[in-house]
């Protein structure tokens, strides 16, 4: 097992001069475990899914379209900055953008998720991904560096799916709760399984870089199926991995996000594989999670559902999940997961807000 703890990484001060209008980000300041302001917030997948300007945009363009049109991409990343005031923005894209952009042939289905044409089962599937490079995704580079002078005092951050996520979509052709053809896969052929998640590293990691050298200042790599996982499975076939990602990404010296949902279990694991900032989901008492990660700083983790309660019931639990961060080394307010479509805009509005202005 690959159980060696990467320390958190010199995390380059993109703040340094006062001239800088990232000089005064909550965002950074926490990412980098200093004392912000106040304590900053923002949500994952906060561009789009709930806001009517959104879905007005959005209307007959697809997704993975969408995702490669910089202008659209620019707007849609934006809106929430807009909207709510948060204190960083999400590049809009998608995990499985990267594989469209260097060839292998999917879409991504309303209702279902990515669907691979041609599942990925043995090396020569794997050694016909094509490795990523900046000409093939021209437009980010174009958006993100079309956001950067946009958003001004706001940082934006990169975005790029953990090794294990995409290999689950390339294996098992679409979305699965099981995982069972990826673990079979994992179990019975290891040298396709490691040659897969090799070079889907790599890709992840020339996307985040591309997007860094464009001007973004932090970045997550977001881990939807690891929690399928054991402790055991996940540092022997996939920690690996994912800490080269994240150690490529640390060379750019920016601060460095890695989420994963249910991952309770693995949070030390995932803290290990080399993030300064570790996100936990709302199934994990935020204390708890701090005692796992160790001193990293830590992102949460409001229960998605409570925007749905009254207003008094969410504030309330954001104010005891503010109060349970002041344990870490640095905390960023976020949800446990993203924002839920039906959301009502108002509500991460008034979110946004009392976390703002909450007591740091």
Request: proline fraction near 7%; charge should be negative.
């Amino acid at each position: 097992m690959c159980r060696h703890a990467a320390p958190p990484a010199k995390i380059r001060t993109v703040t340094a001069s006062t001239d800088s209008p990232l000089a005064t980000s909550a965002f950074l300041a926490a990412a980098r475990g200093e004392t912000p302001s106040h304590t900053p917030v923002w949500f994952m997948r906060q561009a789009g899914r709930s806001l009517p300007e959104y879905l007005k945009i959005r209307e007959g363009v697809g997704m993975l379209e969408s995702c490669m049109d910089a202008d659209l991409v620019t707007e849609i990343t934006l809106q929430p900055v807009r909207r709510y005031g948060v204190d960083a923005a999400i590049f809009f894209s998608d995990i499985v953008l990267p594989l469209k952009a260097v060839g292998v042939e999917l879409d991504i289905v309303a209702g279902i998720g990515p669907v691979v044409a041609s599942p990925v089962r043995t090396l020569a599937d794997v050694e016909a991904i094509s490795d990523l490079t900046p000409e093939h995704v021209p437009f980010i580079t174009r958006a993100v560096q079309q956001l950067v002078a946009e958003l001004g005092a706001t940082p934006l951050i990169g975005f790029a799916g953990a090794p294990f996520t995409v290999a689950s979509y390339l294996v098992e052709g679409g979305p699965s709760k099981e995982q069972a053809k990826t673990k079979a896969m994992m179990f019975s052929a290891p040298e396709v399984w490691d040659a897969l998640m090799r070079k889907i590293a790599g890709i992840a990691a020339d996307y985040l870089r591309i997007q860094v050298e464009a001007g973004a200042s932090a970045v997550q790599l977001f881990d939807s199926w690891a929690g399928a996982l054991t402790p055991g499975d996940y540092a022997e076939h996939v920690m690996a991995h994912s800490a080269r990602v994240l150690a490529s990404a640390g060379e750019l010296g920016v601060p460095r996000i890695h989420f994963g949902v249910g991952t309770t279990n693995l949070l030390g694991l995932m803290a290990e594989a080399g993030a300064d900032v570790v996100g936990i989901d709302w199934r994990t008492p935020l204390a708890d999670g701090i005692a796992r990660v160790g001193d990293r700083v830590v992102q949460g983790n409001l229960d998605p559902t409570l925007v749905f309660a009254p207003t008094d019931v969410m504030t309330a639990r954001a104010a005891d999940i503010i109060d349970a961060g002041r344990a870490a080394r640095g905390h960023i307010f976020n949800l446990g997961h993203g924002v839920i479509p039906s959301t009502d805009p108002g509500q991460l509005k008034a979110l946004t807000e009392f976390v703002q202005a909450y007591p740091i």
